[in-house]
C-alpha cells in the first residue's frame, strides 16, 4: 500500500474507541522500528516528522523512506508533519508527498490561526492530504518549539467548535494538561476540559505530549475521545538508553549496523507497547 491520507483511519479510532499512535522519527532506523512494531501489531500508524526532522534529514529522503516501508507493510501508514508554523514548509512537505500536515497556529491571535489554518487546509486539499491544527498551547520543548509554563494555556471548548466548524480541518489537537519532553511529577489532566471539548468538536482529537503518561491517563484520555496519541520522548529515550549500552559494553565497536540493531530493536518494542496502550492493536486484519 501506498503512504495513506489518515482521515479514515482517526475516524474509525473514533468510532472504535481507541487511538492510532503517532511516533516521531529521525531517521532510517526509528521509521524502520516503528513500522515494524505496526506490522507485529497489526495496528495502523502515523510516522510523523518536526520540521526540524525535515531539516535534517531532507522531506524526500523522508517521503521515499516511508513510502518504502508502507508498500512493504500490511497495515496502513500515513506520514506526517508535526508542528509546523511556516506555510512554505509545508508547501514544500506536502509537494514531496507527506500524506497528513500539522499547522501549528497556536501562538496566533484566533482570527489569524483561523486564516492561515485555512490556507493550510485549501493547500492540503489540492493534495489529497489531511491537516491538523492545535488551540490552546502545550508547555515543555519539541525541537526548536519551546513554550514556558506561564505561556501555557488549555483548548477552550467553545472556541474548539468555533475553530474546527470554520477552518474545516480534519483533526484538532488540544492542550488539557500534557507538555513535549520529560515530566517532572506526575501531569494534572484536566479530563473535563476534553469531554466538553469532545462533546462539541465532531473531530478525532488529538493528544500531544503522550511520553511519560501513566497508563490510566492515557487511558482515560482514548474514552473520553482522544483518537491520536504523539510519542516522541519515549523512543528518544529508549534509542539513546540502548545505544549506550551497547557502546559501553562494546567500546571498540565501530560497525554502526551492530550498535543500531539493538537499538532499532529497543524502539520497535516500545512503539510496540504503545500500539497495544492505544488499543490499535489487532485493528487491521492481515
Ligand atoms: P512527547 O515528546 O512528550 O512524547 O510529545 C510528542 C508530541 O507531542 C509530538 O508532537
Known sequence: MDLVNPRAMLEQARQGGYAVGAFNIHNLETLQAVVAAAVAAGAPVILQATPGTVKYAGADYLVAMARVAARQAAV????????AIDIDLIGTCL????TSVMFDGSTLPLEENITR???????????????EAELGRLGGREDELAVDAEAVYYTDPDEAA??????????????????????RGEP?????????????VNLPLVLHGASGLPDTAVARCIALGISKINIATDL???LAARLRETLAANPEETDPRRYFTPAREAVKETALAKMRLCGAAGRVQT
Do not use: N, W
Request: charged share 20%.
Open 76 to 83: 496502513p501508514v500515513v506520514l506526517h508533519l508535526d508542528h
Open 95 to 98: 509537494e514531496a508527498g507527506f
Open 162 to 183: 468555533t475553530f474546527a466548524a470554520a477552518t474545516g480541518i480534519d483533526s484538532l489537537a488540544v492542550a488539557i494538561g500534557t507538555a513535549h519532553g520529560v515530566y
Open 117 to 131: 489554518t485555512r490556507q493550510v487546509v485549501a493547500m492540503a486539499r489540492e493534495k489529497g492530504a489531511a491537516v
Open 236 to 238: 528518544k529515550l529508549v
Open 188 to 200: 494534572r489532566l484536566d479530563f473535563e476540559r476534553l469531554q466538553e471539548i469532545a462533546a462539541r
